[in-house]
Structure formats: structure tokens, C-alpha cells
């Protein structure tokens, strides 16, 4: 199973762009790397996936080196409500998919 | 469509007492987990099925069975409950292609003392 390191917390304030780095150093070929939002007393919800190269869609973007040994997911002027952990998910089927202890995002006004 | 929903939401239970926790999904999903998530900790895989019919351990089974009822219901029995056990367990699903998308349910609080 690819392990995933990610920090544990980050700060930022309203209307800058955060980063979150993700590393999987063992990840394997069919890996399919994948990002999850989740706040307190809810089920985690899907934000984006890629496997290679860059992935954007309307509320993220994902960036992903040659190597791919590494990951970041990139959140556009964070608002209040982006407040929550972010996960970094890597792996292809069903019971290979691990979530990590996540990143947790305050974003202050 | 209500998406997954989970029953019940609460639930306190004793050592040595058993109970089901019921998942159902209207998605026509092939794959459905259960997820149990500590304080301050990400989600472990409990059990994980693939299809109907199927299932398979995910990274802390023990003291945990699952029964695949059919595409829709997916449930979780602990069978001798411990203070262990004492968790918030997700059940998600999805269409079951490589890395899809998982839809998680709104969570049961368990507390066993």
C-alpha cells in the first residue's frame, strides 16, 4: 500500500491561494492519486483526482511531477468554509485506497 | 436520492453487547466500505466490498463481520463489543472502476463502555 505524508496543519487567511503537499514516495504504477475534503461531523467528500501532469476543476487544481512522488493540491482564494482536513488518498482499487492522518486548514479572517 | 445513508446515528452499547450498523446506497454502486475514524485520526478501512457477493478485510478487521445483503445494503456487526471499538464508522460507496469516487454516508457515533 502507498503511504502518504502530508503536513499536519497549515494557516492561512481569506482570499490567498493555499498548497498542500502530499508525498508518496512508493507509489505504483496504476496509482491513481486522489484528494478528499472532510469537516467535523461529516463523511469526507471528493474533491479531485489525477495521474500524472495537471488537473483542475472548479474548486481545485493538482499538480503532479514526472516522478510522481508527489503531489500538490492548490485552493484558490480560500474562503471560511474551506476550513476542514484535507486527505491525500493514493492507490487504485477499493481496500488499496489509504487515507492518511490529513492536513488540517484553518483559514482565518 | 438521498446518496448513503446510515442507521442509526447514535448508539451507546455496553461491553459484550452485539449490534448491526445498517448502509444503503441508491446509486447503483458495485462497491461499498466501512470506515471507522478515531479522534483526530483519518479513516481506517474496516471491510470493503468490491460486488455482490464479495467481500474482503481492509486494514482493521478484527471484531468486525460484514454482510454484502445485496447492490444496495451493506451492513456491520460487532459481534462482542469492546471499549476499542468506541469510534465514528463511515460507509461509503462507490462505482467500483479504478480510484473512482467514494460517497460517504453521514457517520454512526458509537460509544461502547
Known amino acids: 500500500l502507498a503511504k502518504t505524508t502530508q503536513p499536519i496543519s497549515m494557516d492561512s487567511y481569506e482570499g490567498q491561494e493555499v498548497n498542500i503537499t502530499c508525498s508518496h514516495n512508493?507509489?505504483?504504477?496504476?496509482?491513481?492519486i486522489t484528494w478528499y475534503q472532510q469537516f467535523p461531523s461529516q463523511g469526507p467528500r471528493f474533491i479531485i483526482q489525477g495521474y500524472k501532469t495537471k488537473v483542475t476543476n472548479e474548486v481545485a487544481s493538482l499538480f503532479i511531477p514526472a516522478d510522481r512522488k508527489s503531489s500538490t493540491l492548490s485552493l484558490p482564494r480560500v474562503s471560511l468554509s474551506d476550513t476542514a482536513v484535507y486527505y491525500c488518498l493514493v492507490g487504485e482499487y477499493g481496500n488499496k485506497l489509504v487515507f492518511g492522518a490529513g492536513t488540517i486548514l484553518r483559514v482565518k479572517s | 436520492n438521498a446518496g448513503v445513508t446510515q442507521t442509526p446515528k447514535f448508539q451507546v452499547l455496553k461491553t459484550g453487547q452485539s449490534m448491526t450498523l445498517q448502509c444503503a446506497q441508491d446509486?447503483?454502486?458495485?462497491?461499498m466500505y466501512w470506515y471507522r475514524q478515531d479522534p483526530g485520526m483519518g479513516l481506517r478501512l474496516i471491510y470493503y466490498s468490491a460486488s455482490e457477493g464479495t467481500t474482503d478485510k481492509g486494514e482493521v478487521p478484527n471484531g468486525y463481520n460484514v454482510s454484502r445483503l445485496n447492490k444496495r445494503e451493506f451492513s456491520l456487526r460487532l459481534e462482542s463489543a469492546a471499549p476499542s471499538q468506541t469510534s465514528v464508522y463511515f460507509c461509503?460507496?462507490?462505482?467500483?472502476?479504478?480510484?473512482?469516487?467514494?460517497?460517504f454516508g453521514p457517520g454512526t457515533r458509537l460509544t461502547v463502555t
Open positions: 446509486m447503483n454502486h458495485n462497491s
Open positions: 512508493n507509489i505504483a504504477t496504476n496509482d491513481y
Open positions: 461509503a460507496s462507490s462505482e467500483g472502476l479504478p480510484a473512482d469516487e467514494q460517497y
